[in-house]
């Protein structure tokens, strides 16, 4: 029985609020690539808010949600007894991921190779906190320090200032790997790819959910402890998809794709 009340006490303290921003902010996710699914693997003409040409999705909304997403990870780096572990779990699922997707791409031509994306850039990000968590509690005498949080902030710092500047040399270089940075391509490289993210300004994007979460989240509890049923009972599915964020992400195109290939062959999608 005692047990039992504390694994019940501990759940009532997860913080939920972040699984439930996190599932959301994936559950747009999904919704966007089955809009672009239909729209351009498909050739429906649908959905035009995801064209290029539409600057309030991916000026405002798109990044949205990945700010969302990619800050909460930061913050919950804080909740982890071992980052070191969670990056190298990290890199070899993106790792993975990419070798699927450059052979689907190679085989179907589906546009859809990954070379850097969100989860390479939660490998970096990840890594480099843990490298940072491991330096401060040997330098600093513990976590938390004053001159930890100077630090991060300065890394936050940093990497906006680089979004200051990278627009200098968008569409200038022709390699097509300077997008792992956040520079795009010239028109003429050679980089076809299904998703991507750059490390500016998202490593910094991180580190302010890491330095969030260092004073928000010092005791790593719910900051809604008293949050009604109701509440709890809409947000539900939300807050699954956010602590399943790694399997949802990795599964969701293979369903969505096999959903409506089946949909045409049966004669449903022309």
């Known amino acids: 029985m005692t047990g039992a009340k504390e694994t019940a006490g501990k759940a009532n303290t997860r913080a939920f609020e972040l699984d439930l921003l996190r599932g959301f902010a ?43 997403f990619v800050a909460i990870s930061g913050i919950c780096c804080q909740f982890s007894r071992n980052n070191f572990k969670r ?64 630090v991060l902030f300065l890394i936050v710092m940093f990497f906006f200032f680089l979004l200051n500047g990278i627009h200098y040399y968008h569409y200038t270089i022709h390699s097509g790997f300077v997008s792992i940075l956040g520079i795009e391509p010239h028109p003429d490289s050679v980089w076809t790819v299904g998703d991507e993210i750059g490390l500016i300004p998202w490593v910094g994007v991180f580190f302010l959910g890491v330095l969030i979460g260092r004073h928000v989240y010092k005791n790593k509890e719910t900051l809604f402890p008293k949050a009604p049923k109701a509440v709890h009972a809409v947000s539900k599915p939300f807050e699954w998809i956010g602590r399943n964020s790694l399997l949802v992400y990795i599964l969701h195109q293979p369903i969505i794709l096999g959903i409506l290939y089946l949909l045409k062959y049966v004669g449903v999608l022309k």
Not at 110 to 138: M, P, R, W
Request: aromatic share 22%; with cysteine; net charge negative.
């Open 87 to 150: 990056s190298l779990k990290l890199l070899i699922v993106a790792l993975g991921f990419t070798a699927v997707t450059i052979t689907a791409d190679h085989f179907l031509n589906l546009g859809c190779s990954i070379y850097f994306n969100i989860l390479h850039l939660l490998f970096v990000s990840t890594f480099l906190f843990a490298v940072f968590d491991h330096v401060e509690q040997k330098k600093c005498g513990g976590r938390n320090s004053r001159n930890g949080d100077a």
């Open 26 to 68: 994936i559950f747009m996710m999904v919704l966007h690539h089955f809009a672009y699914d239909l729209r351009y693997i498909f050739e429906y003409d649908v959905f035009s808010f995801i064209s290029a040409n539409c600057d309030w999705f991916w000026a405002f909304l798109h990044p949205f949600f990945i700010f969302i």
